[in-house]
Structure formats: C-alpha cells, structure tokens
C-alpha cells in the first residue's frame, strides 16, 4: 500500500509539473511582460527608494520610469538610425568586399576547397536536369486592387503592434509596482506566509538582494567591456563604434549567446569596411582578448558568486526558458532560475531545486569522501584529502575526514549494506 502511495504521489507530482509548463507556454503573452515588468522592478526599487526621501513616493516613480524608458527609447531610435545609415554605406564596401572574396577563391583553388565547390556545382546540375517540363505554370494569383491598395499606407504599422503592445503593457505594470511595491510585498507575505513568517520574510529578502546584486554586477560588467569595445574600435577605424558597444553591452545580458552575437556584427563589418586582413583580424583579437578580461577578471572580482547558479544549471535553464518563452525567456533565464534556488532553499519540499541549481557543494566534506571510497576511485578520495589540507589545519583531517569515513562504514556493514 505503501509503494502504491509512493507510485501514485511521484505521478501526481509529474503531471503537476506538466501542468505548470503547459501553463507557462500557454500564458506566456501575459507572463513575460508581467515577469519583465518585476526584473525591472527589482532593477529601479533602490534608486526610487533614495528619491522617495527627497521628493515624495510617486513624483519618485514618475521620474525613474519616465527617465529609464526615455533613455531606452532614445537608445532604441539611435540604434536604428545609425544600422539605417550603415545599410546606405554598404555598397560603398564592395571594393573590399570583392578583394576579400577573391583572396578566399584563390586560397581555395587546387585544393579540398575547389574539390569540394565542384561537388556542390555537379549536384546542382544534376537537381536542375530534374526539373519538372514546361508547358505546367501554374496560375499566378491574382490580389483584389482594393484590398491591396486599401491597406499599403499602413502595411509598416504591423510588425510594430506587438512590441509596442508589450512595451506599453511592462511600462505599465514597472509603474504600478513600484507605486504599490510594499503592498504587494505584505499581500505576498499575508498570502504564503501564514503561519511561516519568518521563512517567508528570509526568502523574500534573499531573492530581493541576489537578483539586485546580479543584475547591478551585470550591468557594470557590461558597461566597462562596451567601453572596452567603443575605445578599440575607434581605434582600429570600424566605422559606428558606440553602436557596436552598446549593441555589446546590451547582448551580455543573455548568457552564453549574446557575446557571441555583439561581437560577431561588427566582424562583419570589419570585413566589409576595412582594407586587407589585418584590420579585421585586429578586431577579432580585441573581442578576445576583452572576453578573456572580462570573463577571468571583471566577473571574478565582481560577479563570482552574485547569482548563486552552477554552470551546467545556468545552461540547462537557458534552454529550458529559450525554449519556453523565445528570446525574453533567454535573458530571463538568470534571474528565474536564481527565485527558483531561494525557493528551494526556503520552501519545504523545494529543496531538490537547491541541491541541483545551487552552486555550493552538494555532500559534505566527509559524506563525498566516504562516497568516493565506496567507488573505489581512491584519485578523487586522495585529492578530497589533500584539498582539505590546503584550506585547513592538517591534523584536523582525521577527525573531520577520515573518523567520519570510518563510521560511516561501520553503519553501513551492521545494517548489511557492507559485506
């Protein structure tokens, strides 16, 4: 009866996670703007918090919301015309272009390259001899004039609907959140916290401070690899280099992904824009050697520890979210997966979430000593020890290692799990 308990709770358990998912896909138009919205509430709480000392609760609000999406718009717009004015630069590149295109042809003949271009070649001959006879064209379809000419003035108002809904919706809600950020907090706390107080006041404050801390040392990561990046393009002569900076600055807040999209565009043009091979080759080893900077320095003097999230955890919930809710789930993932360690730090039940997203150690000291004994891989057991003496006092690895081991081994054999 038991196990037939256990089998029907661990069911009950994946069709409730199931449920959640379908859930989050289905709702997703509503929840990534709610979930945008409360990012950057968390983002404008402090310095909406100092104001509130100097000129009252909601002329503080007004101000941070109104200077925050001014200063997006703005940047928006900038961006956008200065990609307008390198699109009209483009066929000014095609010198260096064709150049560049030609070394890569001479670079290819006579070799695996040429052999293999002969390949795609005869294959494209062999598809087109396929092709089916003539005399078959199919009717061209035909648009009614009115429908077409009724709508043409306005056909570039629609791919703007969407973000402008979605902008206009987290506006919105980041205003009336922060007007009514501590009753919301007290209705949260009323709601989960009957009876849990204090646990419910600790998890609160702790997502709070990791998701502020993550996001400031993120944003300060960001802005000194973009003025990395506006100064070295300048210098290396890739034309519209704050944009590429801020392009940059902007693309490091989605994992993994985004470095490789901000540096890769202005390659690009490097490849276009500049004479010969070395100034584009020149750029690639700045992106380099600033991504080595900012990922062995900036991020371990600043970041090391902010988020709370081992690696292979970051990246499973990066696809999870990617795959969930698109692009807004890819620079979401970071802060969701930092509220789901809090809640399995503090929530009973939850704690399984804690043991395999968090970055601290999964077993203790003795408990992974004592495993890897049982695994026979004495390499791993003999390295537990030796790093264990590097960061504490020799003699006390008997008692915290070795004696523990010991007992642990004792248990086992006199509960027969042990010959």
């Not at 620079?331 to 509220?339: D, F, G, S, W, Y």
């Amino acid at each position: 009866m038991d196990a037939t308990a256990q089998t029907l709770r661990s069911w009950a358990i994946f069709a409730g996670c199931v449920l959640v998912v379908a859930v989050l896909y289905w709702a997703q138009t509503v929840l990534v703007p709610f979930a945008l919205a409360i990012l950057l509430t968390f983002v404008l709480t402090p310095p909406v918090t100092w104001l509130e000392r100097w000129i009252g609760r909601v002329p503080a609000v007004l101000l941070t919301v109104t200077l925050v999406f001014t200063l997006l718009g703005l940047a928006a717009w900038g961006l956008t015309r200065q990609l307008q004015h390198l699109a009209a630069d483009v066929p000014g590149y095609r010198a260096n272009i064709r150049a560049k295109i030609a070394d890569v042809r001479g670079a290819g003949k006579g070799g695996t390259v040429e052999q293999l271009q002969d390949t795609i070649e005869d294959l494209k001959g062999d598809l087109g001899a396929s092709t089916p006879p003539q005399g078959t064209a199919s009717s061209p379809a035909v648009v009614a004039p009115e429908i077409a000419t009724g709508f043409s003035g306005f056909s570039w108002l629609g791919p703007l609907v969407g973000p402008l809904g979605t902008a206009g919706l987290v506006l919105a809600l980041v205003m009336f959140m922060l007007l009514e950020r501590r009753d919301l907090r007290d209705r949260l706390i009323g709601l989960f916290g009957h009876g849990r107080l204090a646990i419910t006041t600790k998890a609160f404050d702790e997502a709070g401070t990791r998701v502020s801390r993550q996001l400031l040392m993120q944003s300060l990561v960001n802005l000194v690899y973009g003025i990395g990046v506006a100064i070295g393009l300048y210098f290396l002569g890739v034309p519209y280099p704050f944009v590429w900076a801020a392009l940059g600055a902007a693309l490091r807040f989605i994992p993994y992904v985004g470095p490789v999209l901000g540096a890769g565009a202005p390659i690009v043009v490097s490849l276009a824009a500049l004479e010969g091979w070395k100034g584009p080759l020149m750029v690639v080893a700045l992106f380099v050697a600033l991504e080595l900077f900012t990922n062995l320095v900036l991020e371990t003097v600043l970041y090391a520890g902010a988020a709370g999230v081992s690696q292979v955890a970051l990246l499973v919930s990066v696809a999870f979210w990617t795959w969930l809710w698109g692009p807004l789930g890819l620079l979401l993932a970071t802060p969701l997966t930092v509220c789901l360690i809090v809640l399995g730090k503090h929530v009973p039940g939850l704690e399984f979430l804690g043991t395999l997203m968090a970055d601290r150690p999964a077993l203790a000291p003795e408990y992974n000593y004592y495993q890897r004994l049982l695994a026979r891989d004495q390499s791993e057991a003999a390295d537990l020890v030796e790093r264990y003496i590097k960061q504490n006092p020799p003699s006390s690895v008997y008692d915290a290692l070795l004696l523990p081991a010991l007992n642990y081994a004792e248990r086992d054999r006199l509960e027969g799990r042990l010959s």
